[in-house]
């Protein structure tokens, strides 16, 4: 699987940016899609995620400010962010699930990074 990542960017807080995972490759057994995050000297943490069947999570922080979504299933994925602050500066990164014949395995994207301006 092959995750390719775009629309992070330079924004000034309050504003928005929408972020696009297209996975490609094998495909068949993805299971879910998420966004991380990692912003420096701090770990990586989850944002959101996506199920095949539409479920979905927020992280505290990103909660009704933030949404995800999916196309052609959750083959692509896009993480609407809003009202956007400077702690939301970071390298966001898509991951994807794959679960095949109860072999699971992770796969990520190469990052975009968004940077929020006070």
């Known amino acids: 699987v092959h995750l390719v990542e775009s629309g992070g960017g330079l924004v000034q807080a309050g504003g928005s940016l929408r972020l696009s995972c297209a996975a490609s490759?094998?495909?068949?057994?993805?299971?879910?899609m998420a966004w991380y995050r990692q912003a420096p000297g701090k770990e990586r943490e989850l944002i959101s995620f996506?199920?095949?069947?539409?479920?979905?999570f927020y992280r505290d922080s990103v909660k009704g400010r933030f949404s995800i979504s999916g196309d052609n299933g959750i083959l692509t994925v896009y993480l609407q962010m809003n009202s956007l602050t400077p702690e939301d500066s970071a390298v966001y990164y898509c991951?994807?699930?794959?679960?095949?014949?109860?072999?699971?395995?992770?796969?990520w994207g190469q990052g975009t990074q968004v940077t929020v301006s006070s």
């Open positions: 996506i199920t095949s069947d539409g479920n979905t």
């Open positions: 490759g094998d495909t068949t057994c993805i299971s879910d």
């Open positions: 991951n994807a699930d794959v679960k095949c014949e109860k072999i699971i395995s992770h796969y």
